[in-house]
């Protein structure tokens, strides 16, 4: 298991991280994307996996469990808790994608197995999602968040003429 830093939160700063995630409910989650919804994202999944041989999976949280909150972790630890779950490691070229929503920390997470976990991948796809997705993200534009994190973080093959 990787080692992860905890949050430098204040007292008050805790406090707010934690009412926040209580008064997110998970079937604030599950209703987050219709049907259609679901479907124009399967299908970007379904575009990207035929440029490349990654295999993607999307999870959704609302919030963090409560041990989560009380050791102030990160969402990327999360992430790749969630990672392990489901077994997105699991792929016969070490080439699993996994893109992490958690609604009550508003945050996007990109988790890379082996084959392509490398530090360059990884700069290019966190740059993107920063500068493009997180600084305009509202409750409303969840949908399009996610969206346009499929877009970009699963854009395996912009990604790879990138590094090179």
């Known amino acids: ?9 204040s007292f008050w700063g805790q406090l707010k991280r934690v009412l926040r995630h209580w008064l997110t409910f998970s079937w604030q989650a599950k209703s987050m994307l219709s049907e259609a919804e679901r479907e124009t994202i399967a299908q970007h999944i379904e575009a990207s996996e035929k440029l490349h041989t990654a295999e993607i999976a999307i999870a959704i949280e609302s919030r963090l469990p409560w041990s989560y909150l009380m050791r102030r972790a990160r969402a990327r630890e999360r992430a790749w808790s969630v990672f392990g779950k489901m077994q997105v490691w699991d792929t016969p070229q070490n080439n699993g994608v996994l893109i992490y929503l958690l609604c009550a920390d508003k945050r996007i997470e990109i988790v890379a197995d082996r084959a392509l976990a490398d530090e360059t991948y990884r ?13 305009k993200w509202s409750d409303d534009e969840k949908t399009r968040v996610l969206v346009e994190a499929v877009r970009m ?9 990138i590094m090179e």
């Open 1 to 9: 298991m990787k080692a992860f830093a905890p949050l430098d939160l």
């Open 123 to 135: 700069a290019v796809v966190d740059i993107s999602l920063r500068t493009q997705v997180n600084n």
């Open 153 to 161: 973080g699963l854009n395996l093959q912009e990604a790879k003429s």
